[in-house]
């Protein structure tokens, strides 16, 4: 999964004959000629120091945190260590494109850690919508030790999972032998990214009805509350009228942005070949990678407990730190 210089136009002009050139000056000539930094560079890099940034701070602060080890705590702690492994791998391509001559291996190294990363990033956030259902669903037992071995072992299965899949290209899946063979993202092949893409979709439209069950769940226990307090009748619905709450709402916001990160490249790598334009690559990588930036925000830092412990440590004097955990996470 390459962003290559060469499908920008910035590889050096072939004429299609050797010139012949004298042994001496052999050396010289035949040394690699870096090509010139561009604004694509440049946003490549920051982009990259920037997720590698947040999410390495997510990480930090839940696994320095010893009130931070609910099941909820767990998974958004993956979450943020494949997005930042994402923010490597956009910075280890940058280096590779614009300060060191190109290899096989650099191709090869930068995209395994890239689908090790998505992969991971994208079951960690099915794992999240789980937890939310079951957050719901069994609130009595939320938050148990039984839970929290449920979820290190998930956690265990899905980046071993990933991890091999990421190390498909390493062990001989690609087309770097074999041009005709590769996919819309070289160097790998159009049947392994077809198989990717074929399983991110599976993974997005499960968390979608992971998120409907969530919808289910809230709705019957506030028309149920309701009901009890008689704040309304019991044949009305509650949720008809609170619907469009501010849970919903943020709900509807993170559906939206993970449906629109993750279709695009999923359905492009399934239609496209290499005979495709890169730019409709670029165009649908950028959505995909953007998420590595915004699952923090999204996620992370919107949780209360891991905004107090980072308030803390910003300023201790004025925040006191609470080890007062709520388990339940927000829909």
């Known amino acids: 999964m390459i962003l290559n210089a060469t499908d920008l136009g910035w590889d050096s002009e072939s004429s299609g004959a050797e010139p012949i050139i004298p042994s001496d000056q052999l050396g010289k000539s035949s040394a690699y000629e870096l090509p010139p930094l561009t604004a694509w560079g440049v946003a490549l890099c920051v982009s990259g120091t920037l997720i590698a940034t947040e999410n390495a701070i997510v990480v930090i602060t839940i696994l320095a945190t010893s009130s931070l080890r609910a099941p909820v705590f767990l998974l958004l702690a993956s979450l943020g260590m494949a997005d930042l492994l994402a923010g490597v791998a956009l910075i280890l391509h940058f280096l590779f494109m614009f300060c060191v001559e190109p290899s096989d291996w650099s191709e090869l190294l930068t995209s395994g850690l890239l689908v090790t990363s998505l992969t991971a990033s994208l079951c960690s956030l099915m794992g999240v919508a789980l937890d939310r259902y079951l957050s719901l669903s069994h609130a009595l037992t939320y ?33 770097l032998e074999d041009p005709n063979s590769c996919s819309v993202a070289r160097p790998l092949t159009r049947t392994y990214l077809s198989l990717l893409c074929g399983g991110f979709l599976v993974v997005v439209m499960v968390t979608l009805q992971l998120y409907a069950g969530i919808c289910r769940v809230a ?50 790598g399934l239609l496209g070949d290499a005979s495709s334009p890169p730019l409709y690559t670029y165009a649908t990588l950028v959505p995909a990678a953007g998420s590595s930036l915004l699952n923090p925000i999204l996620y992370s830092l919107r ?29």
Request: charged content about 15%.
């Open 143 to 175: 938050g148990s030790g039984q839970s929290r071995r449920r979820a290190a072992i998930l956690l265990l299965l899905v980046w071993l999972g990933a991890c091999m899949i990421g190390a498909g290209p390493a062990m001989g899946w690609h087309c």
């Open 303 to 331: 949780h209360k407990d891991i905004r107090k412990v980072l308030l803390h440590a910003c300023c201790p004097h004025r925040y006191s730190h609470s080890t007062h955990i709520h388990y339940p996470v927000d829909v």
């Open 219 to 268: 709705r019957r226990h506030a028309h149920a509350i309701a009901t009890q307090r008689h704040f309304l009748p019991s044949n009305q619905s509650y949720a008809s009228k609170h619907g469009s709450g501010r849970g919903f709402s943020r709900l509807l916001l993170v559906l939206s942005v993970f449906v629109g990160c993750w279709m695009p490249f999923s359905l492009w």
